[in-house]
């Protein structure tokens, strides 16, 4: 048994720096927002909430917070490291949702679109919410898979669920879902406010951003993107 596999208590490190050393010794990129969920063992989630939890608690005393004697703060480290695991970056340590997928057995060959889908994340520069939603548009072919709608929901979610930047968010979308539909088209728009401006920096309350990915037919077919894009915009404005 080599370092990088041996238990955290074993080689005195802490779980995160063996999770690293195994990442790394597989060649493994962990951006912010990469999933990590294969190399975790049963309990290095409960391990890391103990070593956040300690990180976080020095955070507070490093912001002169007298997390000692202040009622208000005086669980707030185990809160936000909890938060962190195991809601907003959840994406990170989790396996993607269980999705079974049907295939097309009626040769569907027509937009569909499913949307809006709520879409909560953490702009990675700052950590602040990204609010927003997002439109995912596909056109099948005969050798298409089909997947049930909530599925749509719950995969974004899993994706969305890590500290990210938007344009990059929809790229994962839009491969994660092209690998596992198979459509001849896909086409992902995502609308977000960015509180990384509304509560910092120019504090800009009105600003969104909206861009979008096509794929394949969306982006070869200029008939069908005006479509996917104007029934979406039908849809914004009903009340």
Known sequence: MNDVTKTAEETGQSVSARVRAQLRAAGRRFNANDNIADLLRPGDLEALLDEVTAKMQGVLESLVIDVDNDHNTQDTARRVAKMYLTEVFRGRYVAPPPTTEFPNAEGLNELMIVGPITVRSACS???????????????????????????????????????????????????LLTDMVNPNGLAVVMEADHFCMHWRGVKDDGAKMVNSVMRGSFLKDATLRREFLSLITVGQRRP
């Not at 298409?144 to 938007?166: A, H, T």
């Open 125 to 175: 520069h700052h950590l602040c919410p990204i609010m927003g939603k997002m439109w995912v548009g596909v056109m099948p072919h005969e050798r298409s898979n089909l997947i049930g709608l909530s599925k749509y929901s719950r995969l974004i979610e899993w994706i969305m669920s890590r500290p990210q930047i938007q344009e990059e968010a929809i790229s994962q979308v839009a491969d």
